[in-house]
C-alpha cells in the first residue's frame, strides 16, 4: 500500500495500488474490505433503527452497532495483515538455496509463510460469519427504508466469504497434509456462510417485494 494502513488509504489511492502490477495488495485485502463494507452497512442500519419506535429493540440495536463496529476494524486489520503476509510468501521464495541448510531454511520459511497466509483469510471468514449473524439479528427489527442495506451487507459478507475461500485453498495447496488439516473446518463453515447469506438476501428480497 501506498499508505500506511489501509484504513487511512484513500479509495483511489487503494484502486490504483490494487490495479498495479505490484505483489499487495489482492485478493486477500480485497475479501477483507468486503468484511469491513459488510459490517459498515450492519451499523448504519442499525442506526438508522434507533428512532423512537425502536425503543423496545433498543438493546439489541446497540449490540449489534457496537459488535459491527468493532468487526469493521477487525477486518480493516485483517487486510493490512494479508498483505504483509503475502509480501512475506514472497519474500520467503527469494531466500538462497545453494546449499542444504540454505535450501532447509528456506523451505521452512516458505512453510510458515504459506500457513500465516492461509490464516489470514481464515479470520475474514470468521468476521464474515459474524457480519452474516448480525445481518440476520437486525433484519426482523431494523429500519425498513434500509432494509436493502442489510442484504447489501449480507453480499458483501457472503464476497468476503467466498474469496478467502481462494485464498485458503491456494496456500493450502502448498502445504503439507498435516498444516492443510487445519483449514478444513473453516471450508466447511464457508460453505454454510454462503448459504446463509444467499438466505438472508432472498429474505431481504422478499421483505420488499411483499
Known amino acids: ?21 505490484i505483489p499487495a495488495p489482492g485478493g486477500g485485502a480485497v475479501a477483507a474490505l468486503h468484511a469491513a463494507q459488510g459490517a459498515a452497512l450492519v451499523a448504519m442500519v442499525a442506526r438508522y433503527t434507533t428512532r423512537a419506535k425502536d425503543a423496545d429493540n433498543r438493546p439489541v440495536i446497540d449490540r449489534i452497532i457496537a459488535a459491527a463496529d468493532v468487526a469493521r476494524e477487525r477486518s480493516l486489520a485483517l487486510a493490512d495483515a494479508d ?21 532447509a531454511a528456506r523451505e521452512q520459511a516458505i512453510a510458515e509463510a504459506l ?7 481464515a479470520a475474514v471468514v470468521a468476521e464474515a460469519d459474524e457480519i452474516l449473524s448480525l445481518a440476520a439479528d437486525l433484519l426482523p427489527i431494523g429500519n425498513p427504508n434500509v432494509v436493502t442495506d442489510i442484504g447489501a451487507a449480507a ?11 481462494l485464498n485458503i485453498a491456494i496456500n493450502v495447496a502448498s502445504l503439507s497434509d498435516h498444516h492443510g488439516a487445519e483449514f478444513a473446518p473453516v471450508l466447511k463453515r464457508i460453505e454454510e456462510i454462503l448459504a446463509r447469506a444467499d438466505a438472508l438476501h432472498d429474505d431481504v428480497v422478499a421483505a420488499i417485494t411483499r
Do not use: H
Open 83 to 103: 498483505a504483509a503476509a503475502f509480501t512475506a510468501v514472497g519474500a520467503a521464495y527469494k531466500l538462497p538455496k545453494d546449499s542444504d541448510t540454505e535450501r
Open 115 to 121: 500457513l500465516q497466509a492461509a490464516r489470514v483469510p
Open 155 to 165: 453480499d458483501a459478507a457472503r464476497s468476503a466469504a467466498a474469496s478467502s475461500q
Open 1 to 21: 500500500m501506498s499508505a500506511d494502513t489501509f484504513g487511512t488509504s484513500t479509495i483511489g489511492r487503494y484502486l490504483d495500488d490494487l490495479a498495479a502490477k
